[in-house]
């Protein structure tokens, strides 16, 4: 399970791209998608903090975060901006933060409530996918005229998902970013 900043320094510009997505309206602002106890999914709008040392929320007393405490896997969306239909995506697992001095300083450089119950997840990150659309998709690997850019990165270190165990060998490929051009639909 890479860090953001481990996935930072192995794809700079790509976690430029999702950064300046999820942050394209101040803060931090995407969609979190969680595992509810039944397996159904849960979506809900949060407010992600990316620092230097990782990829950060803070989830208050509800259904999201005891569905992170339960179970970690999660996959956080970018809200769409309002003059293109870029998106980014991250995925992986959640671990609440233990550190006090380390909850102290973040809750105090993202002015997070005191009074607030809320708790601080670090997200890994196995996946991250940035599509970029029409306008921005000349001068991007893979990008054509007309067509999406799609960057993806894999954690190599990832343990393959219980589902890809069967179809897919044990080691991960050693290429860990590719683009990939897809036409619209």
Known sequence: MASWSDFAAD???????IRVLLQQYGPGFGYLATVRADG??????????????????????????RDLERDGRYALHSFPPEESDDEAYVAGR????????????????????????????????DVAML?????????????APGGPAVQVWL???APPAASEQTALPQSRPVRRSRDVQRSAA
């Open 11 to 17: 794809e700079p510009r790509l976690a430029d791209g």
């Open 40 to 65: 159904g999914p849960r979506v809900h709008p949060v407010s992600p903090v990316i620092t230097d040392e990782g990829l950060f929320c803070f989830i208050v007393d509800s259904p999201k975060r």
């Open 94 to 125: 959640a671990w609440p933060v233990t550190d006090p001095a380390r909850v102290a300083q973040l809750a105090r450089s993202a002015r997070a409530a005191p009074q607030v119950d809320w708790r601080l997840f670090e997200f890994t990150v």
């Open 131 to 143: 599509a970029r659309r029409e306008q921005h998709s000349a001068g991007v690997p893979g990008g």
């Open 155 to 157: 954690d190599p270190h």
